[in-house]
């Protein structure tokens, strides 16, 4: 089958068509584009990108995965995700893209679970699956990483492109796009699964006079999510918070209120 040529098979085609090459220049040009057209899905396949789309029922959100898998969980993540954010004036522009991977992100490591690509509007996602058999101990907010974590990890993601959606410029500092990402994820989860991370942190929100700084999620991200998700469910006018927050202009944010 295909999926069974070694590299020294590819070789040996990419010796031949360099000799061809020589003998004859156009035709050596239809036998490259075979190669590329049969090689290129091949490569992207083995490495777990995606193959096949789904489109979930409630929400504007297309799942891509290397191959059929049931996208329920991840829908009822998405939609509670964009439900939270609606509720705080922000809501998707367009169709969201979330391409599922078996395999780690390319330029991420093996730690990273998921990652927004701004520039190409697109969700990038580690499987539950592939994430718990490369580590079994994985973790998120200091407890096993599980379906439930899973969901809420989706709607950080959501919530970075939702934000990129309805800012006012292509730049949005770090500390604002955390902010909300990991409120919204923190809101999604069970009640008392985040009843437990926030008593395990022993922090409370955000004070006036703080500076909010993607450094101090460098260096505690669940203390950091804990202070966030408390502090905005405390504004009066969370509509008007947010939308000062998406349009504030500086690195670290330095609340007034």
Same mark, same amino acid.
């Given at each position: ?41 091949? !490569?992207? =396949?083995?490495?777990? *990108? ?6 979930? #029922?409630?929400?504007? @959100?297309? $799942? /891509? ?12 993540? !998405?939609? =509670?995700?964009?439900? *939270? ?6 809501? #998707?522009?367009?169709? @969201?893209? $979330? /391409? ?30 592939? @994430? ?126």
């Amino acid at each position: 089958t295909v999926a069974g040529i070694g590299s020294k098979s590819l070789y040996g085609i990419i010796h031949r068509w360099l000799l061809q090459l020589l003998r004859n220049p156009c035709a050596s040009c239809v036998q490259l584009l075979i190669v590329v057209l049969i090689f290129s899905p091949l !490569g992207y =396949a083995q490495k777990g *990108y995606a193959q096949s789309s789904q489109q979930c #029922p409630s929400e504007q @959100i297309l $799942i /891509q995965a290397a191959q059929q898998t049931d996208i329920t969980p991840i829908c009822a993540a !998405g939609t =509670a995700s964009i439900r *939270y954010l609606r509720q705080l004036g922000l809501a #998707p522009q367009r169709l @969201i893209r $979330i /391409q599922l991977s078996d395999a780690p992100l390319n330029g991420w490591g093996e730690t990273s679970f998921g990652i927004y690509d701004k520039r190409a509007d697109l969700i990038r996602l580690r499987s539950l699956d592939s @994430i718990l058999a490369a580590n079994p101990d994985a973790t998120l907010y200091g407890q096993p990483m599980d379906a439930e974590h899973f969901a809420g990890l989706i709607a950080h993601e959501i919530a970075h492109a939702v934000v990129q959606h309805n800012a006012a410029s292509d730049r949005v500092s770090n500390a604002a796009q955390e902010y909300l990402a990991h409120a919204t994820q923190m809101a999604v989860l069970p009640a008392p699964r985040r009843a437990q991370i926030i008593a395990a942190t022993g922090v409370g929100p955000w004070q006036k006079g703080d500076v909010i700084s993607d450094v101090y999620m460098g260096f505690s991200p669940t203390k950091f999510a804990v202070k966030c998700y408390l502090h905005l469910n405390a504004q009066q006018a969370p509509v008007a918070f947010v939308r000062s927050l998406i349009d504030y202009k500086w690195r670290h944010i330095t609340l007034d209120s």
